[in-house]
């Protein structure tokens, strides 16, 4: 223990370019320290037009720092020599297994200290002298021990390889490059290093944007959990306060209601933490494969980096970015409840034994009842306005956008890639989400009156039509017959024949309806669906000249 002890505090005093007591002590800006004649020497050899570094943490200066004696230092290190610590015990300085041996060593020989690719050999700190000393060796390259020096010898011509072809994307020695390499694009090893450095560089910037993204994500995702279970928390609370209103008669709806929220939040919460664990283990692999680059960018044999580089450079396929809902969870069964409370104080207050518990059902689990006169549909009416740039060449557009007629000559719309070419159709301006209704006011027999995504196609083929696709609905009442139209189905369906039609739109529970509106509100169609996008409303005004539709003005 003694000895190791002694080891330690000899390594803490040591030149990490001579590997002995420091003779003469500097301390560099960086703060490491070197023997004076050792950190001399080691920049002389240094050809790097006035940028000089640091052996130990490659820091570079310009110009070439002024040197003072650290006498502190080498106080120190004038009382370790007294107490006759000089030499370290010598097993520590022979190669053992997994130590790359000096190749000049007779006998037993020692640890080698550097590497050079110009000599292919490594040295121990005695034999690598003359290359710190020696005019000759001044170019040479130096780097850290390698056992796989002999990889830099052409096999064929026993040179060493010190160019690159990048037709066959190999190393080559200069035999090669004028024998069965002739007339290929060769470049300097050096010069290969230097553009896939790049690549490497680019490389690992995108690998760290991408856990930047990730890791974005990750927060997005923890945030989400934590929404859920906010809201999931309020919504069983909420509820449990109103259901005690209720008294025992409604505790057990209460308990049903509990488990679903929370059954729903268990759901949900697995669902965000899959993703997020697949998220952490791309992170993982990022910086798994960025500590690979990093390794290999910092090592010094060109021919090691142009073998190891293609196997790393390559990035596995990107978990898709995630999206996140609007921050609404479970606020809808607090709205439920709330609604069966106050229903059920009012049928308290008169005749409870005709409410069914069938009843109670359909109002916890629905949307709001759809309404049923056309008072109650004009509460969600909105204004709607016809899009100039949707239209068709041969519709005029008037009333402020409200009313579209089919004419007999083209209207000078300039081009748009959302305008429909072929057929007589138009869409909204706006976006229609949420519950809506609006009416359609219709002249002629050839009017469609339809909800449409916005990606619907605009060519020549029949799949533009409305209701010929799974991206629109239509109702239309020619020849004296309703039909209603949805992905090229078509449905006969009975009712009144109206000029007028109403249309209610409840985006979220997915129904979309379609009143005759008369002095009274007959419903002819109803459609049941799960709406994927934002709908446009639409019209097709398309049989003769003069026809016409237009939106009324409902406020």
Not at 133 to 147: A, G, I, N, Q, T
Not at 308 to 321: H, K
Request: charged share 30%.
């Amino acid at each position: 223990m003694a000895q190791k002890g002694v080891q330690l505090d000899r390594e803490t005093f040591s030149c990490s370019i001579c590997l002995d007591l420091l003779k003469d002590p500097v301390t560099t800006t960086c703060g490491h320290s070197y023997c004076m004649k050792c950190i001399k020497t080691h920049w002389d050899g240094e050809d790097r037009k006035g940028i000089y570094s640091c052996p130990e943490c490659r820091q570079t200066f310009t110009p070439r720092p002024v040197l003072l004696k650290n006498t502190m230092l080498a106080v120190l290190v004038d009382q370790m020599k007294k107490t006759g610590l000089q030499a370290a015990p010598a097993d520590l300085c022979y190669a053992g297994p997994g130590d790359v041996a000096c190749d000049f060593c007779t006998g037993r020989k020692l640890k080698a200290f550097k590497s050079c690719l110009q000599c292919l050999a490594s040295f121990c700190e005695k034999h690598l002298q003359p290359h710190y000393e020696s005019p000759r060796f001044k170019k040479h390259k130096l780097v850290e021990p390698s056992e796989k020096l002999q990889e830099n010898i052409c096999s064929q011509h026993d040179e060493v390889m010190k160019m690159f072809c990048r037709t066959d994307q190999k190393s080559i020695c200069y035999l090669c490059s004028v024998d069965e390499h002739k007339g290929h694009d060769t470049v300097s090893a050096a010069a290969e290093r230097t553009e896939k450095q790049k690549e490497l560089e680019v490389s690992r910037q995108n690998i760290q944007q991408r856990i930047q993204d990730r890791e974005k994500d990750v927060k997005l995702l923890q945030q989400e959990v934590q929404n859920i279970n906010r809201s999931a928390d309020k919504a069983v609370e909420d509820s449990e306060k109103m259901f005690t209103e209720l008294i025992r008669l409604m505790q057990k709806r209460s308990s049903e209601v509990k488990q679903q929220v929370r059954s729903q939040q268990e759901t949900e919460v697995s669902g965000v933490k899959e993703v997020e664990e697949k998220l952490q283990q791309e992170i993982r692999e990022l910086k798994r494969k960025d500590a690979e680059l990093k390794k290999l960018s910092n090592t010094e044999d060109h021919n090691q980096f142009l073998h190891s580089y293609p196997s790393l450079s390559a990035l596995s396929p990107s978990t898709s970015s995630i999206q996140i809902r609007p921050l609404s969870y479970f606020e809808d069964v607090t709205a439920a409840v709330s609604r069966v409370r106050d229903k059920l104080q009012d049928v308290l207050r008169d005749k409870w034994t005709d409410v069914s518990l069938t009843e109670v059902d359909v109002l916890l689990s629905d949307s709001p009842a759809e309404p049923t006169t056309r008072a109650e549909f004009l509460k969600y009416s909105c204004e709607i306005t016809l899009d100039p740039n949707t239209a068709y060449t041969w519709l005029l557009l008037s009333d402020g956008n409200r009313k579209a007629t089919l004419m007999s000559h083209q209207q000078s719309y300039p081009s748009h890639p959302d305008r429909f070419t072929y057929w007589s159709q138009v869409l909204s301006r706006e976006s229609l989400t949420g519950r809506c209704y609006w009416e359609v006011e219709k002249r002629g027999a050839g009017v469609w009156v339809a909800a449409s995504y916005k990606n619907i196609s605009r060519g020549e083929s029949l799949d533009s039509v409305f209701g010929r696709n799974d991206k629109s609905w239509s109702f239309d009442c020619d020849n004296n017959k309703n039909k209603f139209s949805y992905n090229k189905i078509q449905t006969r369906v009975s009712g009144p024949l109206s000029s007028r039609l109403g249309v209610y739109l409840d985006h979220r529970a997915g129904i979309l309806s379609f009143y005759s509106v008369s002095e009274t509100m007959t419903l002819l169609h109803r459609v049941q669906t799960t709406f994927t996008q934002p709908l446009y409303a639409g019209l097709l005004v398309g049989y003769k000249e003069g026809d016409t539709a237009e939106f009324c003005q409902l406020k």
